[in-house]
């Protein structure tokens, strides 16, 4: 691609390539298009040689990314892959390429967006930032790296209650669970994220590339139960049970899921 709609790409003099989520008016939410341009951006940056260290941000102080598109959300998504959103394949992108990926967040790290600062290597956040899932309160989940991963950076427990509760926490509490590496206040966010690319600047390029393959060699599994999930995740986005979560949310409204489910009758029937 040679010109980006949904997102921004900058490289810097330094070696430091930023990439923004350019949809700040929808939260820095991604449709189709905009997870095909990341996936660009990041193929691009991965292999350059000249850049040591990415960061991936969202535009405006409101975001870094709030999952999916819910009104690009029919059923399936409007792009290409296995839900209409090659989401895994960012996912496991950001794991491949051979440098440091890191997380800015300011704002809604949420749903998806959440997954997408788990799995960069590296999570600095602003004191404003807020952490979570909601994929059960609208008809969804990420069922590969977003749940299975995620139980190796926080625990079993901790992933668990992520998931099934749908609560919001902040920066400070999403430190202390493992999944944020520092938090610093709002104004200082940029400057931190300087630091921390200045210091891996001077770092081997080798070196922290075979550090981060041998990290994600352990947790590689992931990606064919990823690849397995998404599949599930496709039939289960066609059924109506899927379907309220997303009209619900655009009617700003609770969903009823339990209507969907069929009762089999006690055990003993």
Known sequence: MSQYEDILYEVRPEGVARITINRPDRYNAFRGQTVDELIDAFQRAGWDRSIGVIVLTGAGEKAFCTGGDQTAHD???????????????????????PKPVIARVDG???????????????????????????????????????????????????????????????????????????????????AEVDRWCAELLERSPTALSLAKRSFNADTESIRGIA???????????????????????????????????????????
């Open 227 to 269: 690849s397995l999930g998404m599949q599930a995740l496709s039939l289960y986005y066609d059924t109506d049970e899927s379907k309220e979560g997303g009209i619900a949310f655009r009617e700003k409204r609770k969903p009823n899921f339990r209507r969907y489910i069929k009762s089999s009758g006690s055990k003993g029937e």
């Open 75 to 97: 059923g399936q998504y409007d792009g290409r892959g296995t839900i209409g959103l090659p989401v895994e394949e960012l996912q496991g992108l950001i794991r491949d390429v």
């Open 108 to 190: 809604f790290a949420i749903g998806g967006g959440n997954v997408l600062a788990t799995v960069c290597d590296l999570t600095i956040a602003s004191d404003r930032a807020q952490f979570g899932q909601v994929g059960p309160k609208v008809g969804s989940v990420d069922p590969g790296f977003g749940t299975a991963y995620l139980a190796r950076v926080v625990g079993e427990k901790k992933a668990r209650e992520i998931w099934y509760m749908c609560r919001r926490y902040t920066a400070e509490e999403a430190r202390q669970m493992g999944l944020v590496n520092t938090v610093v206040p709002h104004a200082e966010l940029d």
